[in-house]
């Protein structure tokens, strides 16, 4: 532990609840009272560290980039941070961002504080706490503006259709969305410039969002006919048996 410290500059206490919360991986016990830690986890203190204060990300969120298989590398999270500060809506200008207290937004959309609540425990949008009080940013206000409109059409809860139902878009999502990152950032290191790949990155986003609506949509109508298919097929054995 002392040589993890001299290595990476972060105190055992703060080491030891990254242990705690996941951000690291178990390092091998030979003995009860001894632990090796290797080159890989120096590495990863070092990256949640530079996270924490150049870019100041909640742990939440590091711990979705640093963690688990698909996770981008060192590298690739360099090169992806360099790339948000040219395609973050508003760069250079606070202004451009929306934010609005959660006690506003839910009065203006007529959802519970409780329900907003539960899209921020499923993934769906973050919750911040400024001078006291609780804020929404840009995308999470879009996203519960959109969430009130579903509510409005009809998804309402005693329909089944909870907050809680929102994780599996989340989930699907994040996981396509690390391997698009893997796959264009490691397009980076090609001899591609910070200008030219933010260019294709702001294109890429809105070719793969139209491609996405229509994959869905052709998706959802193909499992749509199967299941009528699978119906009359069903049916075609009753009928011959009605008819002997």
């Excluded at 999470?140 to 579903?150: K, P, S, T």
């Amino acid at each position: 532990m002392k040589d993890l410290e001299r290595a990476t500059g972060v105190g055992r206490e703060a080491i030891r609840f990254y242990l705690r919360e996941g951000l690291l991986p178990e390092p091998e016990r030979p003995a009860r009272n001894v632990a090796y830690y290797d080159e890989a986890c120096v590495a990863r203190i070092r990256l949640i560290k530079e996270l924490q204060q150049k870019r100041f990300l909640p742990l939440h969120v590091i711990k979705a980039i640093v963690t688990g298989d698909a996770s981008p590398s060192p590298r690739e999270v360099e090169a992806l941070l360099q790339l948000d500060e040219r395609l973050s809506p508003g760069s250079g200008d606070s202004a451009a961002l929306r934010s609005e207290r959660l006690s506003g937004l839910a009065t203006r959309t007529g959802l519970p504080v409780r329900e907003i609540r539960e899209l921020a425990a499923a993934g769906a949008i973050e919750i911040v706490t400024r001078d006291g009080d609780q804020w929404l940013d840009d995308a999470a206000i879009r996203i519960v503006e959109l969430w009130a409109e579903g509510r409005r059409a009809g998804f309402t809860a005693d329909r089944g259709f909870g907050p809680e139902q929102i994780r599996l878009y989340v989930d699907m999502l994040r996981l396509l969305a690390r391997e698009e990152l893997r796959l264009f950032t490691r397009t980076l290191g090609n001899g591609i410039d910070a200008d030219e790949a933010a260019r294709m990155a702001e294109q890429g986003i809105e070719l793969g969002n139209r491609l996405i609506a229509l994959l869905r949509r052709a998706i959802l109508l193909r499992l749509v006919a199967e299941g009528a298919m699978a119906a009359e097929l069903a049916e075609r054995p009753r009928q011959a048996s009605d008819a002997s």
